[in-house]
């Protein structure tokens, strides 16, 4: 996604059993960072060591840590940036969900120094500069990263991320080290006619694959390790079809085997159809509210799209869905009515759910009429920019990143944004966390966010 501002805190809900019936979530505390906070290389500047993360955050249960991943940096992929990768620590407080003392510990850039990217004699980290720019070639991937998806491989240790330029996944080792590119289908690859384009849009032609800058854009592991679900944040360029994704409704989650002892290791096993909200749906909210919309404002499958995505065990999932209303890039002033940022739990049965990876999605956007079953889906957060207020009375556009933390008796859910300005301006806004029990399948909750917004 595009930047805008640098935004990040942190809130907490917290769900508890209550006489074993469950009841909404709702938010504890929240933390506030500076816009003016650095990582741990101390670098100044927007393109320097200002502090980048929540375009993901994963919580590793094996070794008790927090990782945050930066997203392509400052500019939107105009200006030279490292892509890095940060520790960071929070204490979270198992009786009732309240979250403090947020530190950064390590920061780690991540490089491809066997050239598994590029042959180029050149600088060997990966850069946030997109294709045309980095490579001097729209059609060459090269060390072009903008990282939106994290996950812990929790046998090796190892960082799976995914790169949205791709749509690609990539594999390092401790020290941010390059060691495994996964395959890409190629129904994914974005394409002008028959070449391969990582730049274009739908005004530059493109035609098949993953529409620009709707690439992977959140990733999951299952408990066991064997398997990662990676979710397109919009349906592809050409479902519908001729070049319509921007209309539609269906987008797809792609499952790869992560089984290093697997004939099929390193590639994908699986694509599932996941439903958007519909979009009269979200209108009618907005609406209500007082606001503005229209049949295509915000538009079905580009305005309104998946964020992140989380294993709750092997087949069932929360994933984070959103609009793109709130403070950020298309509305600086947070001036339009926000019409969804909720979480929903996914269930994906390989038994009943379609396999349609060597499937085109039908045009009128009906998978019943096409014999094509959906991963199932329910509501789990009703409505997170409900709860989630500045005190200025605004919302934040960008819910970027989610996990499960399960060190205690309940499992703490951060959900979090943050924001690159294209140049220096700076605000301060927000992220949340929240708490979800799986195996016991009940929520509690209390209380607030709190954040502010406007130049530092």
Not at 380 to 404: C, H, R, Y
Not at 411 to 421: E, L, Q
Request: hydrophobic fraction near 40%.
């Amino acid at each position: 996604m595009r930047r805008f501002c640098l935004s990040l805190s942190l809130a907490a809900i917290l769900l508890a059993h209550a006489s074993g019936v469950s009841a909404q979530p709702a938010f504890v505390n929240g933390l506030v960072i500076r816009g003016s906070a650095l990582d741990a290389t101390g670098q100044p500047g927007a393109n320097g060591g200002r502090l980048g993360v929540f375009s993901d955050l994963y919580y590793d249960p094996v070794r008790g840590e927090w990782w945050a991943v930066s997203d392509r940096g400052p500019g939107g992929g105009t200006l030279p940036y490292e892509t890095r990768l940060n520790r960071v620590t929070l204490d979270v407080n198992p009786w009732t969900g309240r979250i403090s003392n947020f530190r950064v510990k390590e920061t780690m850039k991540f490089t491809d120094p066997q050239g598994l990217l590029s042959a180029s004699s050149g600088p060997k980290a990966l850069n946030g500069l997109n294709p045309a720019l980095l490579n001097g070639d729209a059609g060459i991937l090269g060390r072009s990263f903008d990282p939106e998806g994290l996950a812990i491989d929790p046998r090796t240790g190892h960082f799976i991320v995914t790169n949205e330029y791709g749509p690609s996944l990539y594999v390092f080792d401790r020290k941010g080290r390059l060691l495994r590119v996964f395959e890409t289908p190629a129904n994914l690859i974005p394409k002008v006619g028959a070449v391969a384009d990582y730049v274009a849009g739908r005004d530059q032609g493109l035609t098949a694959g993953r529409q620009d800058n709707r690439g992977y854009e959140g990733l999951a592991v299952t408990p066991d390790g064997k398997k990662l679900y990676a979710v397109l944040q919009d349906p592809l360029i050409e479902e519908p079809g001729p070049n319509n994704g921007r209309n539609g409704r269906n987008l797809r989650i792609v499952v790869f085997d992560n089984d290093r002892h697997s004939a099929t290791y390193g590639t994908s096993i699986a694509q599932y159809a996941y439903q958007l909200e519909l979009q009269a749906d979200v209108r009618a909210r907005i609406l209500a509210a007082g606001g503005a919309s229209t049949a295509t404002d915000p538009r079905q499958g580009r305005n309104l799209g998946l964020s992140a995505i989380a294993a709750i065990n092997d087949h069932q999932f929360l994933v984070l869905e959103r609009d793109n209303r709130g403070i950020g890039v298309d509305d600086p002033a947070g001036a339009n009515v926000v019409g969804t940022k909720r979480i929903y739990k996914i269930d994906i049965d390989a038994v009943d759910t379609t396999d349609i990876s060597g499937l085109v999605l039908p045009d009128n956007g009906n998978l019943a009429g096409a014999g094509i079953t959906p991963v199932s889906k329910s509501l789990v957060f009703s409505d997170l920019a409900l709860d989630t207020m500045l005190p200025n009375g605004k919302q934040v556009e960008k819910w970027e990143g989610m996990t499960i933390e399960a060190r205690t008796a309940t499992t703490i859910a951060p959900i979090g944004t943050i924001n690159f300005d294209p140049l220096t301006r700076v605000r301060r806004g927000f992220a949340t966390t929240g708490t979800y029990h799986p195996s016991r399948g009940w929520f509690r909750a209390a209380a607030r966010v709190e954040a502010s917004s406007g130049s530092l």
